[in-house]
């Protein structure tokens, strides 16, 4: 029989099907299931020296086959495997199961006796195929109608909602691990000197002018102590930059010009100047209020003294 799919086709098709059904079946978190579960990745490399094992026993018969035939047969074997795929006895047959259809000379048997200016008509059946998928639409429908209509299964309008609260959920999932789609909700503060050091340079870059180098404040306020006008912490710190200060006369919102992860680590570079004490710090806002851990922070908390904190 004529190999319609050469076997180094058919053996890497086979092994990528088995491959990605083991990692979507597979539930292995962030990793793949071949790295996380050891015991895939052996039934894996099994799996792949079984098919490699059986083309080389199928080809070993072939072969041993071929030269035990005799040279009419071999001849016989040569014009098979020449036939075009659609030419074959294979192909044929399928063809005339699926579509039942009659060959020219058999059209005389469903010829009808209309005759219109010489145009005659068959009276061919249906294909098979078409019957049969009519049928599957037929109880497909009857299904559906049970499901749905008698036993009130849910509605579209479920279905959507159902749908839109997974895809929230997704979202939040990904906002996760998606440094550059951070919020105000995800951010945390950094610590590590890498990450500090890359805050003071864009620091430096973009908002000395307004804050001095040492974060005392100048036209901007005083960013060294505990006292701030729209919060601290990191979350807060951090929308204040994405969002920018107050209406006005505060700091403009710079998520157009950083990234979130950089302004995360600008965030963490102005928080880890808390308690620097600079000299000639500006005096607080009025409307700084003192901001603790928790960040409660109220209104009869504003000092108005030398040497306080504020952000726009």
Not at 49 to 62: P, T
Request: net charge negative.
């Amino acid at each position: 029989m004529k190999k319609l799919i050469p076997a180094y086709v058919r053996v890497p098709v086979l092994f990528a099907i088995v491959f990605a059904a083991m990692e979507y079946f597979i539930d292995s978190g962030e990793k793949p299931a071949f790295i996380e579960y050891p015991m895939v990745s052996l039934f894996l490399g099994v799996f792949l020296f079984l098919l490699i094992a059986i083309e080389l026993v199928i080809s070993a018969v072939d072969n041993v086959t071929y030269h035990l035939l005799s040279e009419e047969q071999k001849q016989q074997l040569k014009e098979a495997q020449a036939l075009p795929f659609t030419e074959s006895e294979f192909y044929r047959g399928l063809v005339a199961k699926m579509t039942r259809s009659k060959s020219i000379e058999q059209e005389q048997d469903v010829m009808l006796e209309h005759d219109y200016d010489g145009i005659k008509e068959l009276d061919n059946v249906l294909p098979p195929w078409w019957v049969y998928l009519f049928y599957a639409c037929i109880v497909f429908a009857v299904v559906y109608f049970i499901r749905f209509q008698i036993y009130g299964d849910y509605t579209q309008a479920e279905e959507f909602e159902a749908e839109m609260a997974q895809a929230d959920l997704d979202v939040k999932e990904y906002l996760k691990t998606a440094p550059d789609m951070m919020d105000k909700e995800t951010v945390t503060l950094l610590t590590d000197a890498a990450s500090i050091n890359e805050g003071k340079a864009l620091y430096t870059t973009n908002c000395v002018a307004c804050h001095r180098a040492d974060g005392g404040g100048a036209i901007g306020p005083n960013l060294t102590d505990e006292y701030w006008i729209l919060g601290g912490g990191i979350k807060n710190v951090f929308n204040t930059l994405v969002e920018g200060g107050r209406s006005g006369k505060g700091m403009i919102s710079w998520k157009d010009q950083l990234k979130p992860t950089e302004m995360q680590k600008v965030a963490s570079y102005v928080l880890s100047l808390q308690g620097t004490n600079p000299k000639d710090a500006k005096p607080t806002e009025p409307e700084a209020v003192l901001y603790t851990a928790d960040g409660a922070a109220t209104a009869d908390q504003t000092k108005i003294v030398v040497d306080s904190t504020a952000t726009k």
